[in-house]
């Protein structure tokens, strides 16, 4: 059997339906975050960790925001079980692994206020947020790669790598745009960080489940 073969046995079903769950729910989370805080939060110049303030009534909406992280955290560890079972490269692994650790970060610890100093917590929820979403891109550009023809990630090659420089051209615009307004001040913000963060959590949506499917496809074909 050549090297990249990978037995159907090996891709588990079980570990893609548990992804696809994870993601649904922090969909979900995320759809309503903006819907109840649409008046507390901007979607277009304020970031998605900038939920952790909104208010739902008399409860914070923080643990709302941690939920949505942890349920992303979690159905990625689910791919990544699913990626290991299938003997995906070491590399791989580790990139996805980071990109739950960051995630889990981004649930635990907030980000500073707009427009208030900034701290150690801050600057750790900014730094885990810019490795997880430099990590998952990665992930998927070595999950891709050539040379690979029995891997079931092989058919969805092309749209998976596309999504993967959408993610890394989201992630290049949104940091340019925080370092613009490090700056120059909140005041003269002229990039909309939310609308592209936004831009930037649906690609990498999209590229999650694009990693996904091969999962659920070998299955059913079996």
């Known amino acids: 059997m050549p090297t990249s073969a990978i037995p159907r046995t090996a891709v588990s079903p079980v570990h893609g339906r548990l992804a696809l769950v994870g993601i649904g729910v922090a969909v979900v989370i995320a759809a309503e975050l903006h819907l109840r805080l649409s008046t507390q939060v901007s979607p277009v110049w304020q970031t998605l960790s900038e939920y952790v303030y909104g208010r739902l009534g008399h409860r914070s909406a923080a ?29 791989v692994v580790v990139l996805l692994g980071v990109w739950c650790a960051g995630l889990t970060v981004c649930a635990t610890v907030p980000v500073d206020p707009d427009g208030q100093a900034r701290t150690f917590d801050g600057q750790l929820h900014n730094v885990a947020a810019l490795t997880a979403f430099l990590a998952l891109p990665t992930a998927a550009l070595l999950l891709t790669r050539r040379g690979q023809s029995t891997c079931p ?19 290049a615009v949104v940091l340019g745009g925080f370092v613009l307004t490090l700056l120059t001040g909140p ?6 960080l939310g ?3 936004r831009l930037l959590f649906t690609v990498d949506l999209a590229l999650l489940l694009t990693m996904v499917r091969p999962l659920l496809a070998v299955s059913r074909k079996a």
């Open 63 to 91: 643990p709302l925001f941690g939920a949505m992280c942890l349920a992303l955290a979690l159905g990625s560890l689910a791919l990544l079980a699913g990626l290991v079972r299938a003997r995906r490269s070491p590399a």
């Open 153 to 171: 990630w092989e058919q969805r090659r092309t749209a998976t790598r596309c999504l993967a420089v959408g993610s890394f051209a989201s992630v």
């Open 187 to 192: 005041t003269q913000q002229e990039v909309t």
């Open 195 to 197: 609308l592209f963060e």
